[in-house]
């Protein structure tokens, strides 16, 4: 079995404007996120705690800890997913996100797994 592959899990997101909740006039930009969390390794692996950056267009981080996600501490045995929804709100129209989640493998081992920076944007903000 290979060690690189028995380690991994991809992670997936899709970002939605939330109009009805935003104030562009009070600068509130309100998003919602979905995020997929797939085992593409050989071990089960459960998530244990997150880590984000959020940056907004005026270069602002917020930096966010905490365990679980959505109140879940989920198992994936390999080949199973994880998905919810989650937001953010931000002070311009165009952010972006990225961070790691903590992981620990059924046989101990603790890992991170990388989630890639996605763009939060209002519509029509961005060509």
């Keep these: 079995m290979a060690e690189s592959k028995k380690y991994e899990i991809s992670v997936t997101a899709e970002t939605q404007y939330l109009a009805d909740q935003s104030d562009p006039q009070d600068g509130r930009y309100v998003f919602a996120y979905n995020i997929t969390i797939l085992n593409t390794g050989n071990i089960a692996a459960q998530l244990i705690s997150r ?31 994880f998905e919810y929804t989650s937001g953010c709100v931000l002070t311009t129209p165009v952010g972006t996100m990225r961070g790691s989640y903590q992981m620990v493998a059924e046989d101990g081992t603790q890992f991170e797994a990388p989630i890639a920076e996605f763009t939060l944007a209002m519509p029509r903000v961005l060509h």
């Design 51 to 81: 880590h984000w950056l959020i940056n907004d267009a005026e270069s602002h981080v917020q930096e966010v800890r905490g365990l679980g996600v959505v109140g879940h501490q989920p198992l994936l045995k390999p080949g199973e997913r």
